[in-house]
């Protein structure tokens, strides 16, 4: 019968899902800034280099007589995208990559050899469209499914670059291009160069031609707050709607590199960004509600006076896949806490199914290169951005279901979610929190437990809930259902358990 009454559900949400409002007589009308400020959007990263690739023998690698992913490859999965709940894909970097230097057989995505083009690797090879023309089919095939399209802005050249124009990179005292931190294969560009904005400018200029809908500007920070607030100014008087996303955090506080300029997540959004990161993604170093809490109110307090929004950092391409941190529970937790708080969804492609990146082959040496890399780099556990490699996914059917099933309940409470008060609630134990979502005809309740070891008997004050008050587990879940008394929730939760009640009044 759950199953049953699952599916019923399930279909209710898709049947009653957005329309298509933003194709008008056959003509995409952008609104990415407006849903992402009202924490509307539902994100989702990929690689095209990898997102369709067909790995035929199974060995992980694309080999040079498999075809990797591409643009028009790429079509096929966007129904299945769709169904998923997905109304945003951020594109890492579309641009061509550096050879020289690198690190792994393809070449970091993040390794940009030139802002005018688009990477080669990801042109189809037996179709006559010319890349561009596939790349914007690929984003109009995005906009028939109501699907808006965020492209990724490198923040550093590759060597390759460098040999070409070195007056676009900082210099040590040497003469030599600045690696930031340990990232060997890029070098830090010169900003205060007139030459590095106007190359800016036309990748803005290539991108809004493709159809793209936003930016997300990697490890933004690096770049002053003039020319931000300059680049996004251009780019508004083209398209008020053009929505910015910059990879900053608050939580921090120095430069990747002493030549590098550090521009903080605050100064970032005065410039014109309409969002960040946050620092969601410590939550798997998070043991008390108190933390989780402190984080969903410091951005509450940045959305309510600046109108500006975050989304859901807990897990990117940057971070260990949650399955190797703490299983397939905390994918389900971090998959509701997108659903629920206020805070646009954002997950990497392979989450939904649970894959943990940990390729058999991740820093052997390669049979095939393109690159001045004989290795397979990889970082143990991470989205694979540095080879011709398979398609992510996993095989975890039940972290599956609720990735729809909390994108579907997401997409169905919308309207309601982006206006909800968040009101945390007092809980029995510091490792469980618990916070309310309400209306004026229902509550959103969720309960969680952020011990991974330790189950724990929890109770929750709540105003207003008695014996008789009606309620929905919106997980289906529970073999042992939760007691509501006068002023009460009280139920146990396994550890690391999520529980999500919509309670009637």
Known sequence: MKKIFLGLLIALFITTGSANAQMINGKWHNDLRSLFLQNKSIIYAINIRTFNAKDTNRNELIDPDEESGNFLNAIERLDEVKDMGINTLHILPITPIGKLKALGTAGSVYALSDFTKINPQLKAPDSTLSLNEQAKKFIDECHKRNIRVIIDLPSCGAYDLFMTHPEYFVKDDSGQPIIPLDWTDIRIFNTSDEDVYNQHIEFVNMIMALGADGIRADVATMRPYAFWQNLIKYTREKDAEFMFLAEASNAWV?????????????????????????????????????????????????????????????????????????????????????????????FVDGFQTGDDYDYCWANKKAEHTYTDDEYYFNHKGKFDLFNFSRRPGGTDKSIYNEFVMANRFKEYYMDELSVMKFEPLKTSHKSVFAYARTNGDYTIVVIGNLDFKTPVKASVKISGVNSKTKYMDMRLNRDIAPVLQKGKITLDLIPGDIQVLKIKG
Do not use: R
Not at 279 to 304: M, P
């Open 254 to 346: 120095d430069a990747p590199s002493k030549y590098a300029p550090f521009t903080t997540y605050d100064k970032l959004l005065n410039a014109g960004f309409d969002g960040y990161y946050g620092d969601f993604f410590n939550l798997k170093n998070w043991t008390t509600s108190k933390e989780l809490f402190n984080s969903v109110n410091f951005n509450q307090k940045i959305h309510n006076t600046q109108n500006k929004s975050v989304i859901g950092s807990f897990t990117t391409h940057d971070e260990t896949s949650p399955i190797l941190i703490k299983g397939a529970d905390f994918s389900k937790m971090i998959i509701w806490l997108n659903a629920t708080l206020p805070l646009n969804s954002y």
